[in-house]
């Protein structure tokens, strides 16, 4: 029962928060309002700016920032007990990390949709502008090659994964020209999309594609290690494209059906813990410690390794440019 207790806690929190502390936040400092015209509207033009449902930014906004980081940072964490961790989460995404996105999000809708960079040179200096500008190429550099190493691992690990996450692009375009040429509702197609993305994963076990070829090997190295290099570079040249089409047809509605796995994902996450919960099978001290009493003694020190390790599951600088890089400029209103 201590499972069911923990999720009852922490839903109730974020709950709680959301209708007190985020509501306050909202009305008395950010003065949130739906008579402010958005960037979106203001700016439109079909490519960046694009007025777009409330649910499809959500989901495109919840993808975009709930990567591996959220899933591999807290498994990690365990480490030094689930507790810290938990606590870390829960408390540090409603004082620390919600505040953080959110007044990202409200000062991008106040300046045309400008990124944070831009509104450090704005609002501070030419010269912060500069300095921001770098930080934020500097960082984005690290995670695309980061990010895009990982994918290639996985796709040479596992060429089962191929053709569904590449499958999905085209479904995504489909979604995309769906609710905006169509006019159409989305929740029917991206529901039918959501099944065959399942289906497409069946599939990919079927019909693995590989790259770890002869071919690929020639140019000296083992066929896995050019095969990673290949899908790298074919990675890197979709993200060029898709950095380079309208939102609307792509990256928008990718993250909205991507979005729903994720759903589906937690959902089944939280019955297998009330399952658990219920049946007596599992305890939170079942699998690691509430608070881990017997590391070793050259093992890393939980200040400040735990808030480096859990960083973008409770607040991540990264957010803040998904807030002003995208969302602000797809809001239709800012209710």
Known sequence: MDILLTIALCYGGFLLAYHTYGRWLSRKIFSVSEEHV???????????????????VFGHHFTSIAGTGP???????VFWGWLPALLWIVFGSIFIGAVHD?????????????????????????RARILFLLVLLFALSVVLGIFGLVIAIIFSLYPET?????????????????????????????LVILLLLYGLIAAGSH???????PLFAKAGGSPFATAVVVWTLILFVYCYV?????????LQPRDFINSFQLFVALA???????????????????????????LPADALALFPFLFITVA?????????????????????RET
């Open 102 to 126: 959110f007044s990202a999000l409200v000062v991008s809708l106040r300046n045309r949709g400008v990124t944070i960079g831009e509104i450090a040179g704005r609002y501070i200096s030419p």
């Open 71 to 77: 899933i591999v940072g807290p498994a990690i964490a």
């Open 268 to 294: 089944l996450l939280v019955l297998g813990a009330l399952v658990a919960g219920f049946s007596g099978t599992a305890t939170m001290t079942g699998t690691a410690p509430a608070i881990a009493d017997a």
């Open 207 to 213: 019909l693995p594609i590989s790259l770890g070829l």
């Open 312 to 332: 973008c599951g409770a607040v991540s600088g990264f957010h803040s440019l998904v807030s002003s890089g995208t969302s602000s400029k797809q809001l239709r």
């Open 38 to 56: 958005t960037p979106a509207n203001e700016l439109c033009d079909n490519v960046d700016y694009c007025p777009t449902p409330r649910m499809v």
């Open 242 to 250: 898709a950095s380079t089409l309208p939102v609307w047809m792509l």
């Open 162 to 190: 191929v053709l569904p996450v590449w499958l999905q692009l085209p479904l995504a375009m489909f979604i995309g020209f769906w609710i905006y040429k169509r006019k159409a509702s989305f929740w029917g197609p991206s």
